[in-house]
């Protein structure tokens, strides 16, 4: 608010109206000026100081109020007694000026309570005009701010000096250690007491950042620090302020600590950096506690993941797989396995195994626990075993890897937790090894039991998943299977609602079936009895069940059986009738099967020559086929009239007419052993004869639990009497062999005699005669031992023809490589002839001597009966499955189709024996052999083309198999 002086058109002073115009514009000149002045000015009038004027910074002092006209201790009664009211009396009074610097005023400036300002205050007396009272001028420029601030300025030196010395003293006793380097040049000029136990070294002055390597710290990626790494020189060289950074340093005594470095630079008013500090926090256990709680922290988000896991996998066989990854990553170890035991029954483990890539080469590992190892305690006693390696092979229960100790992973500290099911029984074990750092602790135990729990949960789950699936696809199946058609109608029994299902079995519409009209689609000849079952029923309110043929919608027939019941009211109304037709046609043409089957089953054993009884679990015989009853010559009525256990019917003594215990029937151990007893035993007739039977007897189970026994029965008499006979007839022709044997031995004897004393006389008289013998003589002499010879040949091919195939020889390996090669050094084969023998001849189980016999004749004939000296003969083979197929080649004349058969005759030959020497013998021989032991010998050739000879010859020697 302002106050504008007043003024008329004269001065009292009687200036001219022009003057006093000009005096007027310069009053409000000086009035703007004022009113807009930096300083705030304000008049006061008389002894009460009565307010004339205020410029707008005055009127803002005084709080913007209406002050002008108004006393000023009206207006501002915090000014009464202050210094500026004291000095306002004391200008009045005096009528000089008067001034003040910093002045010290309380105003209320309508902020709500006094505000402090201070002021360089002017006071100016104005003389009274016209007799008026006399006024002061104030003039007050306020420094309340450059006062503040000095003082401000004064206080924090004051506290910066203070600072300084406690910081000193701070610095020197802090807990912490503390470093302080000069800038730029970073030399430690001090350090307190906590860097030397810190450290654990002596405190060292590096006189320049260069230095910093007389300690040794290292970044987490293992690094170790470059002199201008370190937080204090990056502060000190680049004003880098630094927070908590850890460094592991090595500590003067060879241990490590991990360090909070945080540094920051010192500058100057002008922000230049002339120092820096560092301040070194052990966080050692901190840190440690820190990666603790934060494993511990991963541990319970990995558990929280792996429930997750675990509950959504779609298998049991996937939930313990997932298990085993989750349990070994959770834990960190390089082995997990688990095993799914249900009630110890080790033999029907189900296991999952993890396993690091330390291990990856037993990852194809498939050994299965066999429930003796330290593991089934787990189980056993249900609760978790921890344990360091040493600890493990110490505990009496461990029994190493047993058989499995080449192939097992080797195992490096063990823990194991078992699983358990909601009624507290176990279901198996989760086993880890090899932590990847240190022992298993308390910490992975208790993760591992809070894993094994959800685990336990996640696996019921999932087999109860299972369960429901397999439940769900078998009643899915069922409704398939048995096509069921729901219905309903009103309680009058007309149809009025719709159904679906019928009109897609039937092909009936909605109008064709409603009210009677299902009948239509029931087969004519069952309308009759349908209708009169449905009718009957809705009168008598009873049950509704008939079978009748129904038609489907491809039009054949279908055997349905109805069923329908009324749903009653509270009173007794019937409200509906609900119902439904099974088609049971499959179960029809299987009853019909089953008939026709058991028809069929009642036509063989009542036709069977094999005798068939079947016992109960009480050994009472409960059935008897026709051939049973002439076998033992009891009736089944008979035999089961006597209440009495079979075995005491027909199998109660022995032949020397001792008792015959049940405990020791082989037939009647068959039930209680679970398993089939066969062989050969003596029974009793009814006519108390003895005779021999061969048995098998068969125990029908029911759950596995032994209901019945089937036996069959042969009456062996005559067999073992033909059998008796065969070994009879055995022995006599073995005696006749051997007499065989002995008679041809004498008499190859006898025959050669005479021979070898014609071919000696011959050489006697050729020896006598000699020169006198004449050409044509001496050549009749040389006729006549070839025929000598001849005839011992073929009398020793007469002998080995005899015995071919009825001597028999040891059974052995035998490489008929070897075997080619001893016959060709017995044959000696001509300078020019060749034989060839192919590479990669087999080895047979089989006798030697004949079958180099075989090979000695075949390949002697192609030699012989090529014509020629370069005759060349190849010897070969192939595998014919249980056989192998050899073949002797020759480059001989070859023989023509019509010989292919005859040749194989005893004494043929196809060339005179002058010209060619042979018995017409050896291949005799050879197809003899050959068919003795199962194979058989055959020819090819052509006229010029020479001839093949082949034969097989068995793998492994018919004795054998």
């Given at each position: 608010m302002t106050q504008h002086f007043p003024h008329g058109g004269t001065t009292p002073q009687g200036r001219s109206d022009q003057e006093a115009q000009i005096a007027s514009e310069a009053g409000r000149a000086l009035h703007a000026v004022f009113l807009e002045a930096p300083t705030a000015i304000a008049m006061f009038r008389g002894r009460d100081f009565v307010i004339d004027f205020t410029n707008r910074l005055a009127h803002r002092l005084l709080g913007e109020r209406p002050v002008v006209g108004k006393r000023l201790l009206d207006c501002a009664q915090e000014l009464a007694g202050s210094q500026v009211f004291q000095l306002l009396e004391q200008v009045h009074a005096s009528g000089r000026p008067a001034a003040a610097r910093e002045l010290l005023i309380l105003l209320d400036r309508g902020e709500g309570g006094l505000a402090e300002g201070y002021f360089n205050v002017t006071l100016q007396p104005m003389p009274a005009a016209a007799g008026g009272p006399e006024s002061v001028v104030l003039f007050a420029v306020e420094v309340t701010d450059q006062v503040l601030a000095r003082r401000r300025s004064e206080q924090l030196a004051d506290e910066l000096e203070h600072e300084r010395r406690k910081l000193e003293q701070i610095i020197r006793q802090m807990p912490h250690a503390v470093f302080i380097a000069e800038a730029p040049s970073g030399r430690i000029v001090m350090g307190n007491t906590q860097v030397v136990e810190q450290l654990r070294q002596s405190f060292v002055a590096s006189s320049s950042i260069e230095e910093y390597t007389a300690y040794q710290g290292f970044h987490p990626d293992g690094r170790p620090y470059a002199p201008h790494e370190w937080p204090l020189a990056r502060a000190v060289a680049r004003g880098e302020l630094v927070q908590s950074e850890p460094v592991e340093m090595l500590r003067g005594d060879g241990t490590r600590a991990v360090i909070e470095y945080s540094a920051a630079p010192i500058r100057d008013v002008s922000g230049k950096i002339v120092a820096g500090v560092v301040v070194g926090v052990d966080a050692t256990d901190r840190v440690r506690a820190l990666r603790e709680e934060q494993r511990r922290s991963e541990l319970l988000k990995g558990l929280a993941e792996a429930s997750l896991a675990v509950n959504s996998a779609p298998s049991v066989e996937r939930t313990l797989a997932e298990i085993t990854e989750r349990a070994r990553a959770l834990i960190g170890a390089?082995?997990?396995?688990?095993?799914?035991?249900?009630?110890?029954?080790?033999?029907?483990?189900?296991n999952a195994v993890s396993l690091s890539d330390k291990y990856?080469?037993?990852?194809?590992?498939?050994?299965?626990?066999?429930?003796?190892?330290?593991?089934?305690?787990?189980c056993a006693l249900n609760r978790p075993f921890r344990m360091t390696q040493a600890e493990l092979e110490a505990h009496p229960a461990w029994r190493g890897f047993g058989e499995e100790r080449d192939r097992h992973p080797p195992m490096r500290g063990w823990l194991a937790v078992p699983l358990s099911g909601r009624d507290g029984r176990n279901l198996g074990l989760l086993q880890l090894s090899d932590r990847y750092e240190g022992e298993f602790t308390a910490d992975d135990e208790a993760i591992l039991v809070q894993l094994a729990h959800l685990a336990s949960v996640a696996i019921e789950n999932a087999r109860l998943r299972e369960q429901a699936l397999a439940a769900e696809k078998r009643f899915r199946s069922m409704v398939e299977a048995t096509a069921v058609v729901v219905w309903q109608t009103t309680a009058e029994g007309q149809v009025v609602e719709d159904s679906p299902l019928w009109r897609d079995f039937t092909g009936q519409s909605y109008d064709e079936w409603k009210g009677y009209g299902w009948l239509d689609a029931v087969h004519p000849d069952d309308v009759p009895r349908a209708e009169a079952a449905w009718r009957g029923a809705v009168a008598s309110r009873g049950r509704y069940h008939v079978e009748y043929r129904l038609r489907r919608r491809d039009g054949s027939w279908a055997h349905t059986v109805a069923r329908g019941v009324p749903l009653v009211d509270d009173d007794g109304t019937i409200r509906e009738w609900v119902g439904c037709n099974v088609d049971v046609s499959d179960i029809r043409r299987a009853e019909e099967a089953l008939r026709v089957q058991n028809e069929l089953m009642r036509t063989i054993t009542e036709n069977a020559t094999l005798g068939l009884l079947m016992m109960d679990a009480r050994q009472r015989c409960t059935f008897m086929n026709p051939a049973a009853q002439a076998i033992t010559g009891f009736t089944f009525d008979e035999v089961k009239a006597t209440d009495r256990p079979l075995h005491e019917i027909v199998h109660h003594t022995r032949p020397d007419g001792s008792p015959y215990p049940i405990e020791e029937c082989p037939i009647d151990r068959a039930l209680p052993e679970k398993s089939q007893t066969r062989g050969e035993d003596v029974f009793v007739r009814k006519d108390g004869s003895f005779y021999e039977v061969a048995f098998t007897a068969s125990p029908i189970l029911d759950g596995g639990v032994p209901v019945a026994t089937v036996i069959e029965l042969r009456d062996i008499t005559e067999q073992k009497r033909a059998e008796a006979e065969r070994e009879r007839l055995i022995a006599a022709l073995e005696r006749?062999?051997?007499?065989?044997?002995?008679?041809?031995?004498?008499?190859?004897?006898?025959?050669?005699?005479?021979?070898?004393g014609i071919a000696n006389l011959s050489q006697w008289i050729e020896e006598d005669l000699g020169e006198a013998l004449a050409g044509e003589s001496r050549e009749q002499m040389n006729l006549l031992r070839g025929r000598v010879r001849r005839m011992e040949a073929l009398i020793d091919g007469i002998l080995d023809y005899s015995r071919a195939g009825r001597v028999r020889h040891e059974v052995a390996p035998v490489d008929v490589g070897q075997v080619l090669a001893d016959v060709l050094e017995l044959i000696a084969p001509g300078p020019d002839a060749t034989v060839d023998v192919e590479p990669g001849m087999p080895v047979l189980r089989t006798e030697r001597v004949p079958l180099?016999?075989?090979?000695?004749?075949?390949?002697?004939?192609a030699l012989k009966h090529a014509q020629r000296g370069d005759a060349r003969v190849r010897v070969g083979h192939r595998d014919a499955g249980a056989l192998h197929e050899f073949f002797v080649e020759d480059n001989g004349p070859g023989i023509a189709p019509e010989y292919h058969d005859r040749i194989w005759n005893l004494f043929l030959t196809l060339q005179a024996r002058d010209k060619v020497e042979g018995t017409g013998i050896g291949l005799s021989v050879v197809k003899k052999i050959v068919e003795s032991r199962g194979g058989r010998a055959w020819v090819r050739s052509a006229p010029g083309e020479g001839a093949t000879f082949h034969f097989t010859w068995p793998k492994r020697d018919p004795s054998e198999r």
């Open positions: 390089h082995q997990a396995v688990i095993s799914m035991t249900d009630d110890q029954n080790w033999a029907q483990a189900i990856a080469a037993y990852r194809t590992y498939e050994g299965s626990p066999d429930g003796r190892g330290i593991y089934t305690q787990v006749s062999n051997k007499e065989l044997d002995q008679f041809a031995y004498v008499a190859s004897h006898d025959l050669k005699a005479p021979l070898r180099q016999q075989v090979f000695l004749n075949l390949i002697s004939n």
